[in-house]
Nanobody, 117 residues
Framework: QVQLVESGGGLVQPGGSLRLSCAPS????????MGWYRQAPGKQRELVAG???????NYADSVKGRFTISRDNAKNTVYLQMNSLKPEDTAVYYC???????????WGQGTQVTVSS
C-alpha cells in the first residue's frame, strides 16, 4: 500500500525556518490536490496550505506571508517552506494527497514541528 513519507520537521527557535517535504513511497496517479495540515495538542486538525494541479494555492490566514507551499509534479512531491516561525506553529504536520481514484485520499504519518526558545 502506498504511503506518504514526510521529512523536515524538528525543533527551531522563534523566527527560524524549516522546510517540510512529502513524497509517496510508490506510484499515485491523477493527484489533483496536495496539502499540508497540522494538529496541535487539544485542537482539531486544520488546513495550513493547499495546492492544486493547476498551481493555485491557498493558505490559512495564520500562515499567510510566512509559509509557502510548492510541488514537484515530476516527483509527486510537495514542500512547505515555513519562515518566521512562531510558538503557535508548534504542531504535528501532515501531508495529504487527493485523487479521483480509490482510495481518493492519502495521509502522511505526521512530522513534529516544535517552535521554542
Amino acid at each position: 500500500q502506498v504511503q506518504l513519507v514526510e521529512s523536515g520537521g524538528g525543533l527551531v527557535q522563534p523566527g527560524g525556518s524549516l522546510r517540510l517535504s512529502c513524497a509517496p513511497s510508490g506510484s499515485i496517479f491523477s493527484i489533483y490536490a496536495m496539502g499540508w495540515y497540522r494538529q496541535a495538542p487539544g485542537k482539531q486538525r486544520e488546513l495550513v496550505a493547499g495546492i492544486i494541479s493547476g498551481g493555485s494555492t491557498n493558505y490559512a490566514d495564520s500562515v499567510k506571508g510566512r509559509f509557502t507551499i510548492s510541488r514537484d509534479n515530476a516527483k509527486n512531491t510537495v514542500y512547505l517552506q515555513m519562515n518566521s516561525l512562531k510558538p503557535e506553529d508548534t504542531a504535528v504536520y501532515y501531508c495529504n494527497f487527493k485523487t479521483p481514484i480509490a482510495p481518493y485520499e492519502y495521509w502522511g504519518q505526521g512530522t513534529q514541528v516544535t517552535v521554542s526558545s
